[in-house]
């Protein structure tokens, strides 16, 4: 096991338990935000997989879920727009520290593989974790009051 895949197996594992417990316990904003919190430490921790195992799939596999996990984030916000309405979840603090420790990861894998088309790669990653995760957020906490009249 070297320091990538020893990264990776904590922050999953600390990201992963925080997630399940939100998902199983609490109201639902608690659980909305524990849904988007695993899919936002989820692409982090392949990244570093990746990295650790000299495996560039599983930087693909962290592009489709860094596509898709804010996405079912902003599903999820849209079917449960009407009960969010009345007790949205405040999460600023955990999406600005999830925002930052993918930014982190991303910047280091960017040092770590150096200029070329990996490093490309990574930066669209890491554009796409951190946006979706902000927007996702925003439109959990009922951000976008316009939405729901259209």
């Known amino acids: 096991m070297n320091g990538w895949t020893l990264t990776a197996t904590i922050a999953l594992g600390a990201g992963v338990g925080a997630a399940v417990w939100g998902v199983t316990t609490g109201p639902l904003r608690r659980r909305v935000v524990a849904q988007n919190l695993s899919s936002a430490l989820a692409c982090p921790g392949l990244l570093l997989l990746a990295q650790g195992y000299g495996r560039p799939a599983y930087v693909d596999l962290a592009l489709v879920l860094a596509l898709l996990g804010p996405v079912g984030t902003l599903v999820f916000a849209r079917l449960l727009a009407d009960d969010l309405a ?4 405040h999460s ?3 999406t600005f520290a999830v925002a930052g420790y993918g930014a982190v990861v991303v910047l280091v894998l960017c040092t770590a593989t150096g200029p070329g088309r990996a490093m490309v790669k990574l930066l669209v990653i ?3 974790l951190i946006g979706g ?5 925003r439109a959990l906490s ?5 939405s729901r009249r259209g």
């Not at 995760?133 to 957020?137: E, T, V």
């Open 142 to 146: 009922g951000g976008f009051a316009e």
């Open 126 to 128: 890491g554009a796409l």
């Open 86 to 89: 009345d007790d949205p979840p």
């Open 133 to 137: 995760n902000l927007i996702a957020s």
């Open 92 to 94: 600023w603090g955990v």
